[in-house]
């Protein structure tokens, strides 16, 4: 019978697979580092692990959609300057939604913006159904308010291009399509006061 401490296993080279496999190598070089008695390394921020993959401009997910998020640009966002965590609207280790919100559509983002919640008598259905990223970046643009386009106008033109249908009306109401939408449409999110959000 030897009197020698048990041999310590060497922290692990590869990094697991799966959801959360980066996070989980870290978590496990950490607990290896601790049982060979090692000084265990300073555990990365939050950010930095999920930058890890996610920083990489090619990064993808299963669906072949992109999960790349620009460090530089999250960080000179208002959600960046903010010092917000990935973790503060998703959850690593996984949920029943693409994007591993913590909330689902929405609700994520009005956690903090709840002016924007409602419900309101007159709702903008692309903000219920699609969501906020139908015209803004949470992770950051350099356009004003996080939106998707340098002008606000081609955001709504996405969804109101057909001159003649019932949600375009100012080609037949002689209004041009130049400008600002929110200029006139200022409760964009939704009304309790004009169908057309005009206040």
Excluded: W
Excluded at 57 to 65: H, L, P, R, V
Excluded at 122 to 139: D, F, I, L, Q, R
Excluded at 174 to 182: E, I, L, P, W
């Amino acid at each position: 019978m030897s009197n020698d401490k048990p041999e310590a296993r060497p922290p692990p080279t590869r990094r697991l697979r799966g959801v959360g496999g980066f996070c989980a190598a870290v978590c496990v070089g950490l607990l290896a580092a601790g049982l060979a008695g090692a000084a265990a390394p300073a555990a990365p921020g939050v950010n930095d692990t999920c930058l890890a993959c996610h920083g990489d401009k090619e990064a993808k997910g299963a669906d072949g959609k992109s999960i790349a998020v620009e460090a530089t640009t999250f960080a000179q966002s208002v959600h960046g300057e903010m010092h917000l965590k990935c973790t503060d609207c998703h959850e690593a280790h996984g949920t029943m939604n693409r994007p591993l919100l913590k909330k689902v559509n929405f609700e994520v983002c009005v956690g903090c913006h709840a002016e924007k919640r409602g419900p309101f008598l007159y709702e903008h259905a692309s903000v219920k159904v699609e969501g906020c990223t139908a015209c803004h970046s949470p992770h950051g643009t350099v356009e004003p308010h996080l939106l998707l386009r340098r002008e606000g106008r081609f955001l709504c033109l996405q969804c109101h291009v057909n001159p003649s249908a019932a949600n375009v009306p100012h080609s037949r109401l002689s209004f041009q399509t130049r400008g600002d939408c929110v200029r006139c449409h200022v409760q964009i999110h939704g009304s309790n006061a004009d169908p057309f959000f005009l206040q």
